[in-house]
């Protein structure tokens, strides 16, 4: 079930099928309902099985195809999580409010934070927690350029409880530790 992230969708997320759709699986419903009324035998279990999966694999299908002609919408939540974003940070009082988290990205945005994430990724090549990252590396080297704050200053100003986390994340997506990059630049 973990290969299916839209069971954990809220219900106005689900699966937007057109009538077409609704239709191939309902018949799959149909034909499973069936086979389950019948007196069971030896192939019962695999036309069981190999049904559920076709319901599952049609699922996954018409699953993509949504955030392909849902484009505009969906184009729509990332410009509005870049906000949320920049404003996040703009504000100034990270070092109170702690990280950002996808919970609260996807509450701003009246989704789950499933489906915000597979949005994302969909659309941009990142995850929701990928552009949380990015925004706090953006500020990290704000930081580091213009200010003459420590290392575990600015850990602490950008919400962190740790700075080895910080000099780890900030090694990880830059390819160099704080001070390195304070040092280069």
Known sequence: MKNYSFFSYEISEALHLSEKEKQILWDCVMKLQAELQENMDIHSQAIIVSTLELLLNYSSRFYGRQFITR????????????????????????????????????????LSPGYLSDLLKKETGK???????????????????????????????????????????????????????????
């Open 127 to 185: 995850n929701a927690q990928d552009h949380i990252h990015f925004y706090l590396i953006e500020e990290a080297k704000n930081f580091l350029l213009n200010t003459k704050k420590s290392v575990g200053e600015i850990a602490y100003a950008l919400g962190f409880e740790y700075p080895q986390y910080f000099n780890k994340l900030f090694k990880k997506k830059t390819g160099k530790t704080p001070i390195e990059f304070r040092t280069v630049i």
């Open 71 to 110: 484009k505009i919408s969906n184009n729509a939540v990332v410009v509005q999580i870049e906000k949320i974003m920049s404003e996040y940070f703009r504000d100034n009082d990270i070092s109170e409010k702690g990280l950002p988290t996808v919970k609260y990205l996807a509450d701003q945005a009246n």
